[in-house]
C-alpha cells in the first residue's frame, strides 16, 4: 500500500529563483496539506488543497502558492525564493477533514544559497 | 505562531526505562495527534485522541488528555533504542489544519 510520495527528495536552489514540490497521496485521501518545517522548529501549516481548491491556508505570503489535480495529487510553488525559505516540505494527505488522522511523505528538503 | 507547546525540550532515558513527555495547547480542539519524526525525515502518526476521550493506549504508548487543562502526555513504556526520535503533539482544530509544537527529542540510550 503506497503511503504519501515526495518528490524530489533534495533541491538546491539560487535565492530569486522558483520552485515547484509534489506530491502524491495515500491512496484512498483525497485531501492534501502542505507543511513548512524549518531547522529544529515543529511543521507549520501553509494551506489544505480539497477537491482542487485551497481550502484553508496558514500565514504564508503569495509567494507560496498551490495546485490538485483530479487524481488528488498537488504541487506546492515557491516564487522568488528567500534564504529563509530553506526548510523540509512536508506532504500530508486524509480523507475529507482528517478527523481520523493525516499520512505524512518523508518530505522535501529544499536549501536555497 | 505554534498553537502548542511540548516539554521537556530533550530527553535522555536508558533502555527499558519509561519516557514522558506533555503538551500544552491554547483554543479547543477536534482532536490531538502525536507524531513521531526521525532524524529529520517525515512524521509517522502514532496515536489520535478525541476531544471527548481522556485516555488511549496503542501498544507501548498512553496518552491522556485533559481538555480543561488544555493538556496532554505521552507515555512511552519500556523504551528502545529504535524510539530515539523527536516527538511532536499537533492540535486539529476545526478550521483543518494541524498547529505542531516544537517537539521533545527523545534519546534512548542503550
Known amino acids: 500500500d503506497a503511503g504519501v510520495t515526495q518528490s524530489p527528495t533534495h533541491l538546491i536552489k539560487t535565492r530569486g529563483q522558483q520552485v515547484t514540490l509534489r506530491c502524491s497521496p495515500k491512496?484512498?485521501?483525497?485531501?492534501v496539506s502542505w507543511y513548512q518545517q524549518a531547522l529544529g522548529q515543529g511543521p507549520q501549516f501553509i494551506f489544505q488543497?480539497?477537491?482542487?481548491?485551497?481550502?484553508q491556508r496558514g500565514n504564508f505570503p503569495d509567494r507560496f502558492s498551490g495546485h490538485q489535480f483530479p487524481n488528488y495529487s498537488s504541487e506546492l510553488n515557491v516564487n522568488a525564493l528567500l534564504l529563509g525559505d530553506s526548510a523540509l516540505y512536508l506532504c500530508?494527505?486524509?480523507?475529507?477533514?482528517?478527523?481520523?488522522?493525516?499520512?505524512f511523505g518523508s518530505g522535501t528538503r529544499l536549501t536555497v544559497v | 505562531s505554534q498553537q502548542g507547546e511540548e516539554d521537556p525540550q530533550a530527553l535522555s532515558i536508558q533502555e527499558g526505562e519509561n519516557a514522558t513527555m506533555n503538551c500544552s495547547y491554547k483554543?479547543?480542539?477536534?482532536?490531538l495527534q502525536w507524531y513521531r519524526q526521525n532524524s529529520g525525515r517525515g512524521l509517522v502518526h502514532l496515536i489520535l485522541?478525541?476531544?471527548?476521550?481522556r485516555e488511549k493506549h496503542s501498544g507501548r504508548l498512553r496518552v491522556t488528555l485533559d481538555t480543561s487543562k488544555k493538556s496532554s502526555s505521552l507515555l512511552i513504556t519500556a523504551s528502545r533504542a529504535a524510539d530515539t526520535a523527536s516527538y511532536f503533539c499537533?492540535?486539529?482544530?476545526?478550521?483543518?489544519?494541524?498547529?505542531f509544537g516544537a517537539g521533545t527529542t527523545v534519546t534512548v540510550r542503550a
Open positions: 483554543t479547543s480542539i477536534n482532536n
Open positions: 499537533a492540535s486539529d482544530m476545526v478550521d483543518y489544519k494541524l498547529s
Open positions: 500530508a494527505s486524509s480523507f475529507q477533514t482528517g478527523i481520523s488522522g493525516y499520512t
Open positions: 491512496s484512498g485521501h483525497d485531501t
Open positions: 485522541i478525541r476531544s471527548n476521550e
Open positions: 488543497y480539497y477537491e482542487e481548491e485551497e481550502r
